[in-house]
């Protein structure tokens, strides 16, 4: 059965939520096109304001791997806690040059390691992906959150 | 500072608050949760003889312009009159109470209340009561009413090198005294030579007491440890040069650490400062190094430079990012981090990639940053349980508190709460029972 376009998107978010909520986050750069790409997470209030410094920024492939790389070496020192993020109200079109245009709304819940739930982060993601040898690629992906009085801190890719 | 302080403070234990050492080596964890202690804070510290931050002149400055910002629990509204004097009063309506401006930021030439729709000017005298005369000859307030009476409630506005603060106080000293004269040299060096403006602001909930952010940015000893990014790739080490420098009442302090490639030569020899703890990564690469390449653009080796001033601004250079944070407490166990990011008029726009890159240390998002608010989460669950107790200040040496020109010291840290304890007009410390704390 061939999917459209909206379900390979659909399909690929859902893979992508997956790979960081089960914390597996070595394969978080494979969701990005490897020559180059760009993932920010912007503050709502600075996108409607023009300003453009972003909560993170990965502007190379190199730069989409350390963010993973410092969770996976133990460098940083954070809260862990579960995540689940859910993916809703997606819209995908084919741009004239080839790409595909997508957004979408995210939520992402998060639990603590006594099973206390509570909301982390309500926000949209802004992509362009590329088809790359029939695999979907973010080109980019700009997360930006309604959220942005960050509950405590964001060490974990959106 | 009145002294109508009785001889004990009251807390939620029941017992009274103690303050064992007379160096503050000795801190009640009391202060971190007690929601009396956090009330008489509100009261006599944020009303009290202190300057409070409550913006930058570069975001608002056109006539007109207002922001709202934070004084404790209190909302402020800060503007631009037309003669361009800046002004602040507190964002609520004379009449009822409500609050008259619900924008974070925007420009208005005058603020009306929504409920009844009383207007002030820019530095909130009230000039309009809809129906003051009533309607018909009927109604209409009293003829003893006059509008001059209710006015906002307004602070004392003072500027320093495009800082704008606000105090309660007619007693609270001139601002460059209170600031004093390290800081005064650091913020004409960061925010005077070259003209900020603001290119993103971060907001950040932290689950723990406004002292433990103000104890986190005096206390250079955790930045080599608990930062282990900083570490591994020479922003602070323990190898650096640095210290800190007090202002006259040890609240204020300049902390700094100086970039000596020598230094930072060879990460593994610093093993023995890392006792067993395995912590240290001299090895760690970075797929893309291009964040740790940006060169410093003041071009003097200072790799950090930490301005923390009483009670909730600090103005921070780390690496090559230039930010101010401003704390707003939310109650006892709670403190939300406003950064505001710079970069400056004249930028290239390589240097505004570049500081569209170095975000990334700071922040909640941060390399560094994000691993402050979960040390304070971390001391503010294990304080709860702990009333009565205290923490041990004592890393530098005790005693007398004092600048240093080495950076593993929490000798600021206890400058902070002297400080602290005097405003707060707690009881003499240092009479009480440490001898009775269990060896």
């Known amino acids: ?158 | 500072m009145s002294n109508s302080t009785s001889a004990s403070t009251p807390t939620q234990s029941g017992k009274p608050l103690e303050w064992p050492a007379a160096d503050f080596s000795r801190v009640p964890y009391d202060v971190f949760t007690d929601p009396e202690i956090y009330r008489l804070e509100m009261a006599r510290l944020f009303r009290g003889a202190v300057w409070n931050y409550l913006g930058m002149e570069c975001e608002i400055p056109e006539w007109g312009d207002f922001q709202t910002t934070w004084i404790g629990e209190t909302q402020i509204v800060v503007t631009r009159a037309k003669d361009g004097s800046v002004h602040a009063f507190e964002n609520s309506c004379a009449h009822r109470g409500a609050r008259i401006v619900d924008q974070v930021r925007g420009n208005a030439k005058r603020h009306t209340c929504p409920y009844h729709l009383w207007t002030y000017n820019l530095a909130g005298d009230l000039t309009g009561v809809p129906l003051e005369k009533g309607h018909n000859g009927k109604g209409g307030m009293p003829p003893c009413f006059d509008k001059k009476d209710h006015g906002l409630r307004t602070l004392r506005v003072a500027t320093r090198g495009g800082l704008i603060f606000g105090t309660y106080s007619d007693a609270t000293e001139a601002l460059d005294d209170f600031i004093g004269p390290h800081s005064l040299t650091q913020i004409e060096r960061l925010l005077v030579q070259r003209k900020p403006k603001v290119i993103g602001y971060l907001r950040q909930k932290i689950p723990g007491n406004w002292k433990l952010y103000n104890e986190n940015v005096r206390d250079p000893y955790h930045g080599s440890l608990l930062h282990l990014f900083q570490v591994s790739f020479g922003i602070q080490t323990p190898a650096m040069q640095g210290g800190i420098k007090l202002d006259k009442d040890g609240k204020n302090t300049w902390n700094h650490s100086i970039m000596n490639d020598e230094d930072n030569a060879d990460l593994g020899k610093l093993g023995e400062a890392y006792a067993d703890t395995g912590k240290l990564m001299p090895d760690l690469k970075m797929h893309d190094p291009s964040l740790l390449k940006i060169p410093l653009d003041l071009g003097d080796n200072y790799k950090t430079t930490i301005l923390s001033m009483f009670p909730t601004l600090i103005v921070a250079q780390v690496d090559n990012t230039y930010a101010i944070r401003h704390l707003r407490p939310k109650g006892p166990d709670a403190v939300e981090l406003h950064i505001t990011y710079l970069g400056f008029e004249g930028d290239t726009p390589e240097q505004l990639h570049n500081r569209l890159l170095a975000v990334n240390l700071i922040g909640p998002a941060g390399y560094i940053s994000l691993e402050d608010g979960e040390a304070l989460r971390l001391v503010q669950e294990g304080a709860k349980a702990r009333l009565g107790d205290h923490s041990v200040l004592e890393m530098g040496g005790v005693g007398e508190i004092q600048d240093t020109d080495y950076l593993s010291q929490e000798i600021s840290i206890r400058g902070f709460w002297k400080h602290y304890h005097r405003v707060m007009g707690f009881p003499p410390a240092g009479n009480a029972t440490l001898a009775k704390e269990p060896a």
């Open chain 1, 1 to 158: 059965m061939s999917l459209s376009l909206l379900e390979r998107v659909e399909r690929f978010n859902y893979d992508y939520a997956e790979a960081l909520n089960q914390r597996r986050f070595a394969e978080w750069p494979d969701f990005f096109a490897a020559d180059h790409c760009d993932y920010r997470v912007l503050s709502r209030e600075n996108h409607d304001a023009d300003l453009p410094a972003p909560l993170l920024g990965c502007y190379t492939p190199g730069m989409v791997k350390d963010r993973v790389e410092m969770l996976i070496k133990d460098t940083l020192t954070y809260r862990h806690m579960y995540l689940r993020h859910y993916i809703t109200n997606v819209r995908a079109d084919t741009a004239a040059d080839g790409v595909i245009v997508s957004r979408a709304n995210l939520l992402v819940m998060q639990s603590d390691l006594e099973g206390n739930s509570s909301i982390y982060m309500v926000g949209r993601y802004e992509d362009v992906l590329a088809e790359i040898a029939g695999e979907l690629k973010l080109r980019k992906r700009h997360v930006i959150v309604d959220s942005f009085s960050i509950d405590n801190m964001l060490a974990v890719p959106l």
